[in-house]
């Protein structure tokens, strides 16, 4: 069965960085798109990146030259470097595989001083 595991969330004061991970297991991780979803309560989940398993990559416009998304393979793991962090990313951030309408349990971040 699929599982994601997710890390890395926290406080952080404005201007700060976080790097969140996403380890999978119970899939053949080299092949699939991974991604990363926000959440606030009341909202929508909406993108903030995802990459593809050859490496090609989309960020939602509010990150966009913040945030990077990466993956080895090797160690079954997606990770989201972010950057320059701004009160409104407070959310909860999910790991996903889109194919299979996978999620993680999400990992809290808060960006507040």
């Known amino acids: 069965q699929v599982q994601l595991v997710e890390s890395g969330g926290g406080l952080v004061q404005p201007g700060g960085s976080l790097r969140l991970s996403c380890t999978a297991s119970?899939?053949?991780?080299?092949?699939?798109?991974m991604g990363w979803y926000r959440q606030v309560p009341g909202k929508q989940r909406d993108l903030v990146a995802d990459?593809?398993?050859?490496?090609?990559?989309r960020y939602g416009d509010s990150v966009k030259g913040r945030f990077a998304i990466s993956r080895d393979n090797a160690k079954n793991t997606v990770y989201l470097q972010m950057n320059s962090l701004k009160p409104e990313d407070t959310a909860v951030y999910y790991c996903?595989?889109?194919?299979?309408?996978?999620w993680g349990q999400g990992t809290q971040v808060t960006v507040s001083s």
């Open positions: 996903t595989i889109p194919r299979f309408d996978s």
């Open positions: 119970g899939i053949i991780f080299n092949i699939v798109t």
């Open positions: 990459i593809t398993s050859t490496g090609s990559k």
